[in-house]
């Protein structure tokens, strides 16, 4: 399996490195060079796996020589015992929605089910290679805590994790900053989320910086993430033994985890529609339903995870939309940079075969959070409810809602819905009275770069 980048389809670049750079140096994102369907005959050998053995066939499709099919195998089992459950996710039915719990792993998010896994690969790579590699990686939230559980205490990477400062809940921020490892770093960026993802992308492109410390991304828009982040369709799709399509509600923040969807599809498995759910920073609705896709000032929002304005892996769509062309990608890219694009309707048109979009605003998520407490008992997180209101709201029949976290992840919000406290599950309440360590700086790409200079392995 060859690569290329959304902005040089010249290109021919092998998993291994596409897996450790996460970013083309042309600033474009990788892509396979081709997504084979499955055969009908592999589609039903895939239908009874347990989640370790699909995760396994279903990545191998994507890794090439990385490594062997008995070692991935034994990578997958180990990033998976780390989970509450022993298929990794569950399925619920919640009214007559179903719901794909996607948070039983160490942080509570569905970013564990990729990063876990990334962690072992780094592990698997840097125990056949003599390097070390600092990671580097934004975040509005959850990956920050999901890769730092990762890689926590692994030899020869350390990795350093900018979030906007006080503009996370505080468990989010503690389940990152009380991890005692001397390989982790957590850093506040006076600024939003996207301040943190560009002074990222600005370290990326800056090839000197980033060659002189072996930097590597772990961001949803490494291909890695989106791969494993696919299993979990497939893995919905068998257990509710579906006999026609179903559809895919994404609380979507950086189009990464709605983008596996799409992966999932283009290897044939049948969804219908994949609903792109946003809250108030809703370029992606606005994108998505009218061709709009201009960046407005980010909101802060009680789910914090998914206040994005710039999606990523949009970029990733666009270069299908507009036929693999990496020269229309860049020129779009650039438009998009001084707001000066719209997608043409052939173009909306074509997204709209796939995706949907809806957006909530705040009242709205409470009141979802609300009446599906009242009426089944559970207590769904806020980016959840945003999944959830969404289909509502479009009236969507044959829907599967990604739960992307734990409500006690949230606290605040939840009480603000239903006046309940949603308390930690029993092993990580301990963080709340462990001691903090972070540092905060300014929004400055200087300063940023020498302080990680010089923490680097
Ligand atoms: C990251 C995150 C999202 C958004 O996922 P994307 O892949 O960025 O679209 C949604 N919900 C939660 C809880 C998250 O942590």
Redesign the pocket.
Known sequence: MEYLSTRNDKISEKFEHIFIKGLSDDGGLFLPKQIKKLSDKEFLNLRNLSYVDLATEIISRFTGDFCTNEKLHQIVKKSYSTFNEHNVVKVKKVEDLHVLEL?HGPTL???DVAMQLIGNFYEYYLSKNTKKINIIVAT????GA?AIDAVKGKKNINIFVLHPNNRISPVQRMLMTTNPSKNVFNIAVEGNFDDCQKLVKEMFSDIEFSKSINMSGVN?INWA?IVA?TVYYFFCYFKLDAQEKISFS???????????GYLAKKMGLPIDKLLVATNENDILHRAISKGDYKANKVQETI?P??D?QV?S?FERLLFDIYNEDSNKVVEIMNNIKSNKFNLDQSSLKKIQNDFISESLNEKEILDTIKSIYKNSGIII????A??AGAVKKHNGKNYVV?A??HPS?FPDAIFKAIGKKEELPSHLKSILNQKEQYVVFKNNIQSLKSYIKKNSV
């Open positions: 948070f998010a569905f970013k509005s939230g959850d990956t999901a949803s993430r982040q994404v609380p979507t923040g950086n189009f990464g985890d709605v983008y596996a789910s995870s998914m994005i999606a892996n997180d806020p980016h959840t945003i999944g990604l992307t976290a992840k």
